[in-house]
T-cell receptor, first 108, second 116 residues
Framework: AQRVTQPEKLLSVFKGAPVELKCNYSYSGSPELFWYVQYSRQRLQLLLRHISRESIKGFTADLNKGETSFHLKKPFAQEEDSAMYYCALKTSYDKVIFGPGTSLSVIP | DTEVTQTPKHLVMGMTNKKSLKCEQHMGHRAMYWYKQKAKKPPELMFV???????INESVPSRFSPECPNSSLLNLHLHALQPEDSALYLC???????????????FGPGTRLTVL
C-alpha cells in the first residue's frame, strides 16, 4: 500500500531550538519524496525534494530507506518557519499523495 | 507570468445550481491538476490533464466535470453538488506529466466552495 504518515499534527518549538518534522512512508517501488509547505494565507509550495539533496531556508531532509523515513530538520527554528508542512510521495507520473500534515508553531 | 490563478476566490452555491471554477497559467506548463482539500486535511488529487487530455480521474463523482479548453486553461464544472463537497479546490500545473522524474507542481490559491 502507498501511504505517507506524519505522526505529529501539531509541533511547537521555541525560536532558536532545533526542529524535526517526522515523515514515514510505505511504497513498494523506489520512492521519490518531497516536503511541501503552506504559510498562512499563502499557496502550497514545494520546499524540497530528496533527489536534489539541497538545503532550502535552512531545512534539510534525508531519505532513509531502511527506516522508510524522510524527516525534515532545521537546526535553529525561526518564527517565519511557522506553517503547515506536508510530506508527499510520488506514486506515478506526477501524481503525489500527501501526508496528513504537521502544523509547526515557532514560539518567540 | 509565473503564477497559477484561480477564480472565483469564494463560491456559495445551492445543491441545484450549476457553476464553474476556472484555473489559468501562462508558464507553458502542459500538465494541470485539480485537488480537493477539506479543512485541516491534505490535498486529494481529483483529475490530471496532460497535453489537454484527461489522464487521471481519481474516481471522482460525475457531478464534477473537468474541462481543458486549451493548454493554459482548466475548468471544473459543478452540478448538483452535496454539502459534503464544500472544500477548498486547488488547481496546480507542472511542465509535463511524464513517467520520468518529478516535475514540480505549482499551486493556485484555491477556490473556497460552500454548498448549501
Amino acid at each position: 500500500a502507498q501511504r505517507v504518515t506524519q505522526p505529529e499534527k501539531l509541533l511547537s518549538v521555541f525560536k532558536g531550538a532545533p526542529v524535526e518534522l517526522k515523515c514515514n512512508y510505505s511504497y513498494s517501488g523506489s520512492p521519490e519524496l518531497f516536503w511541501y509547505v503552506q504559510y498562512s494565507r499563502q499557496r502550497l509550495q514545494l520546499l524540497l525534494r530528496h533527489i536534489s539533496r539541497e538545503s532550502i531556508k535552512g531545512f534539510t531532509a534525508d531519505l532513509n530507506k531502511g527506516e522508510t523515513s524522510f524527516h525534515l530538520k532545521k537546526p535553529f527554528a525561526q518564527e517565519e518557519d511557522s506553517a503547515m508542512y506536508y510530506c508527499a510521495l510520488k506514486t506515478s507520473y506526477d501524481k503525489v499523495i500527501f501526508g496528513p500534515g504537521t502544523s509547526l508553531s515557532v514560539i518567540p | 507570468d509565473t503564477e497559477v490563478t484561480q477564480t472565483p476566490k469564494h463560491l456559495v452555491m445551492g445543491m441545484t445550481n450549476k457553476k464553474s471554477l476556472k484555473c489559468e497559467q501562462h508558464m507553458g506548463h502542459r500538465a494541470m491538476y485539480w485537488y480537493k482539500q477539506k479543512a485541516k486535511k491534505p490535498p486529494e488529487l481529483m483529475f490530471v490533464y496532460s497535453y489537454e487530455k484527461l489522464s487521471i480521474n481519481e474516481s471522482v463523482p460525475s457531478r464534477f466535470s473537468p474541462e481543458c479548453p486549451n493548454s493554459s486553461l482548466l475548468n471544473l464544472h459543478l452540478h448538483a453538488l452535496q454539502p459534503e463537497d464544500s472544500a477548498l479546490y486547488l488547481c496546480a500545473s507542472s511542465q509535463e506529466s511524464s513517467g520520468g522524474s518529478y516535475n514540480e507542481q505549482f499551486f493556485g490559491p484555491g477556490t473556497r466552495l460552500t454548498v448549501l
